[in-house]
């Protein structure tokens, strides 16, 4: 099993609907989660992170996390053609100092 | 603060070529990493340093080496450089101090091998 996986592919939505990511974990200690944006030919920059169980609100952006059913999404609400990138989902490994990425859900919104 | 700087931006490497890809911080961090992103993927980790004079390997370690002689500084070496080895190449650091846990990543690193 993937340390992370983001299953779905390149997500097209229309400007001003939710555009809606979801991520998997297998690491059951996992305490950090962290979502991640990356424009094309670009580094990636840290958007949310996300610590306890519930949503996160950071103006556009809303991070769920699920511990028992260790899943964590990220919904953008509004969304703005400056929205399109990949977004990359990483859970920060306890015992060990680094993060597991998952591939990436390319979102492309559409004016 | 300049953050995290990497240079060169592009690379074009022969087979069995060697090179030093640089990346240096400037927010004291102590925890420094280096990925490789390949068309698709996420990133998968090579070494990364917990610290001045402290190494490890992360998932893909093969056919690279790093050194770590100060806080600033962590370079990547490819000895042998190999077609697979072609890909973007990520240095990050990252802030563990205040819970924030934030890893700044540089501009990265664009590698061909022909």
């Known amino acids: 099993q993937k340390e992370v996986e983001q299953n779905s592919g390149p997500l097209s939505v229309p400007e001003g609907a939710i555009a809606s990511l979801n991520c998997t974990y297998s690491?059951?200690?996992?305490?950090?989660f962290f979502w991640y944006r990356q424009y094309s030919g670009k580094s990636p920059e840290l958007i949310m992170s996300i610590y306890s169980n519930g949503d996160k609100e950071d103006g556009r952006f809303t991070a769920q996390l699920n511990k028992a059913s260790q899943y964590v999404s990220l919904l953008i609400r509004d969304s703005q053609p400056s929205d399109s990138a990949t977004y990359l989902c990483a859970v920060k490994l306890e015992g060990n100092n680094r993060l597991a990425f998952g591939k990436g859900n390319q979102v492309v919104v559409i004016p | 603060n300049a953050g995290v700087t990497q240079t060169p931006k592009f690379r074009i490497l022969k087979i069995g070529q060697s090179m030093t890809l640089q990346c240096t911080q400037d927010?004291?961090?102590?925890?420094m990493y280096w990925y490789r992103q390949d068309p698709g993927m996420g990133l998968k980790l090579i070494y990364y340093?917990?610290?001045?004079?402290?190494?490890d390997k992360g998932e893909v370690p093969n056919g690279y080496n790093v050194s770590r002689s100060t806080t600033e500084d962590f370079p990547l070496r490819l000895e042998l450089a190999a077609p697979s080895q072609t890909s973007v190449y990520f240095c990050?650091?990252?802030?563990?101090?205040?819970?924030?846990?934030?890893?700044?990543f540089g501009p990265g690193t664009r590698l061909t091998v022909l």
């Open positions: 990050a650091s990252r802030d563990n101090q205040g819970g924030t846990d934030t890893q700044y």
């Open positions: 927010m004291n961090h102590n925890y």
């Open positions: 340093s917990v610290g001045a004079g402290i190494t």
């Open positions: 690491d059951r200690v996992s305490q950090s």
